[in-house]
């Protein structure tokens, strides 16, 4: 059997992809039109779901302008591109714990700061300051261990229901001091001193003074009635 060359027709391989082979990688925008329990929903010819890039700090919204990439069954989205108008704050969001960390200095800067903890805050450092024109301080219950406090106050008010003060020495030093108690003063101590370089006054509806083995009173002049 003779073949003619001229009459022999070569066909190229085809370059269609068949139903088994893989999807060639792609990239490229799209909008995020939705989220469920799967990851986000991505607008397009051919609707994928995608999950966020751990690179991507971001954290796509719906409506948002993002840029994908995907390659055989994985699609992810590597960045926000445009925020939908009118979008809320935007969102920094990390899986799992994560670390900041810095050789130097670190600045965090912002009109207003907060800061969320749902379980504790810590805070570690070798030196502390806090320096602010007006603070205020909401805790249910406070427990402070101290080896040593120094405060300045130009006014100092202490509001409560029950105070209780536990040391081992306690030293006050005022130019002048005032108290007033509505009802009951109660002293209970060991031994008692009170001294006065110009005038000491006890007064009362009723005075009484009790001694159980001695009364001594000593002046240059007593007057009795």
């Known amino acids: 059997m003779t ?4 009459e022999l027709q070569l066909v190229p391989p085809s370059s269609e992809p068949t139903p088994d082979s893989p999807r060639p990688p ?3 925008q799209a909008t995020v039109t939705g989220r469920d329990e799967r990851g986000l929903v991505l607008d397009g010819d051919e609707p994928r779901i995608a999950e966020r890039a751990a690179s991507c700090l971001l954290e796509p919204m719906v409506g948002d302008r993002v840029w ?10 590597t960045a926000v591109l445009r925020r939908a108008e009118g979008a809320g704050p935007a969102r ?3 899986d799992g714990d994560a670390e900041l960390c810095a050789d130097g200095k670190l600045s965090v800067t ?10 504790r805050v810590d805070l570690h450092a070798d030196e502390l300051l806090l320096r602010a024109r007006q603070g205020r301080a909401l805790v249910d219950e406070c427990s402070m261990v101290l080896r040593e406090l120094f405060a300045h106050a130009g006014q100092a008010t202490v509001v409560g229901t029950m105070v209780e003060l536990l040391a081992e020495h306690v030293r006050s030093h005022s130019k002048t001091s005032r ?8 002293l209970q101590a060991g031994h008692i001193e009170h001294r006065a370089t110009e005038v000491a006054q006890l007064s009362g509806k009723q005075t009484l003074i009790n001694g159980a083995e001695l009364i001594k009173a000593d002046g240059g002049q007593i007057h009795l009635g």
């Open 3 to 6: 073949v003619n060359a001229r």
């Open 26 to 28: 792609r990239s490229g």
């Open 68 to 77: 994908f990439v995907e390659e055989g069954e994985e699609c992810f989205v």
């Open 92 to 94: 920094l969001r990390v």
């Open 110 to 119: 912002g009109d207003a700061l907060e800061l969320h903890g749902r379980q």
């Open 179 to 186: 108290k007033v108690v509505e009802q009951l003063d109660h």
